[in-house]
């Protein structure tokens, strides 16, 4: 047997026909650029996150770079996030000439933890940008009460969690802006890159929408310098098709995880993704915090069985942010699970055969 870490030919085959009429349409009309489909999308997203304003962008990475900007954050700006995310967190606040400030991720959860970032605040400090890593919403609700004590701006970095929530409530909808990434291999992916943020705010959505145009407003008339990023009609067409799917991918990520929960609690040398009681996740990954994690995960490749890191450095140590002066030991828990967690295949179309073929080879390693 053979258990791939994704499967697009088995995401695509149900809904291709339908992405392709919905391309021949773009071909009909050619407007690659801001095309009717992009504004479509903008509200059908707005309807289904339940958000007044969605502004579609290139990437989740410039989601984040165009939230920054809009929230006026700058030169000797501090924003504090996690370490333990993928790199794009932390970058966007750097492009923006601003200082990431890391606090250490939470042992369950993998999130930021609410309880340190007080001890983090200085004068300084502008904003806080929580991820919602691998699905689960942080403690929004702590981080908000945070925020609005010290006046602090708040950007959820969401491109993993697209419909999760918290306390029953949407992420993406606490903070000031939330971001989304459509990178093929998140929930809702396109056939390309693209990205979108999210905000109620009428004076952000507006600033949103002329940076992702130059800053422009009116056209070739500026006011400040933006970015050139915005969502390709031909992607937004795809999109429109994938999100009637969104709903019940999260539900069978659910279904899968809960097997895999099932069916690994019996092995002591695993620890399976802890989901907070007021949480509920969309599982974009099924991480496992495990021991003799580099040789597991080559048995398992051995066994043909897609596997990954996410993610073996955290950004505190990353060589191209030396120069904020962090050191081994700053952030142990980020430290101690980059080197534990391994990420098993969690994706809608998975087998129950594929999941056992899993779960038997995990435990044929460890036996
Ligand atoms: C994927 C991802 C991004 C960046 O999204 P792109 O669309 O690839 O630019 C940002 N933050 C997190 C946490 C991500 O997982």
Not at 64 to 88: G, M, N, Q, S, W
Not at 155 to 177: L, P, R, V
Not at 266 to 272: F, G
Request: hydrophobic share 40%.
């Amino acid at each position: 047997m053979k258990v791939p870490m994704l499967d697009l030919h088995a995401q695509y085959e149900p809904m291709l026909d339908a992405i392709r009429s919905r391309m021949e349409k773009v071909f009909q009309n050619h407007h690659y650029i801001m095309g009717e489909e992009v504004h479509e999308l903008e509200a059908k997203m707005e309807a289904y996150l339940g958000i007044k304003h969605a502004i579609g962008c290139a990437s989740g990475t410039d989601a984040l770079v165009l939230a920054i900007k809009a929230l006026d954050i700058h030169e000797d700006d501090e924003v504090i996030t996690t370490p333990f995310t993928f790199f794009a967190t932390a970058s966007s606040i750097w492009r923006n000439h601003a200082k990431p400030v890391f606090v250490d991720i939470c042992p369950k959860t993998f999130n930021i933890d609410a309880s340190k970032i007080e001890a983090a605040i200085t004068p300084r400090t502008k904003a806080i940008m929580p991820v919602h890593l691998f699905g689960q919403c942080a403690d929004m609700p702590a981080i908000m009460e945070i925020a609005r004590k010290h006046k602090l701006k708040v950007i959820e970095d969401n491109a993993q969690g697209i419909g999760s929530t918290f306390d029953g409530q949407m992420s993406c909808s606490f903070g000031d802006i939330g971001t989304l990434s459509f990178f093929p291999s998140k929930n809702l992916g396109a056939m390309g890159d693209a990205g979108m943020c999210l905000t109620n705010d009428d004076e952000l959505a507006k600033s949103l929408r002329q940076l992702r145009v130059h800053g422009e407003n009116p056209k070739y008339f500026h006011k400040c310098v933006g970015l050139n990023s915005r969502l390709d009609t031909l992607q937004a067409a795809v999109l429109l098709v994938k999100l009637d799917y969104l709903a019940d991918w999260s539900e069978s990520r659910r279904k899968n995880a809960a097997y895999y929960n099932q069916q690994l609690k019996d092995v002591q040398q695993v620890i399976t993704p802890y989901i907070a009681a007021n949480a509920v996740s969309i599982y974009n990954q099924y991480t496992l915090i495990c021991e003799e994690r580099d040789a597991l995960q080559k048995h398992l490749q051995s066994k043909e069985i897609g596997c990954a890191v996410y993610y073996p450095l955290p950004l505190h140590l990353q060589e191209c942010f030396s120069s904020l002066g962090y050191q081994k030991g700053d952030m142990p828990i980020s430290e101690s699970y980059a080197g534990k967690v391994l990420s098993l295949p969690i994706y809608p179309e998975i087998s129950q055969e594929m999941q056992d073929y899993v779960v038997k080879s995990i435990k044929e390693f460890y036996a």
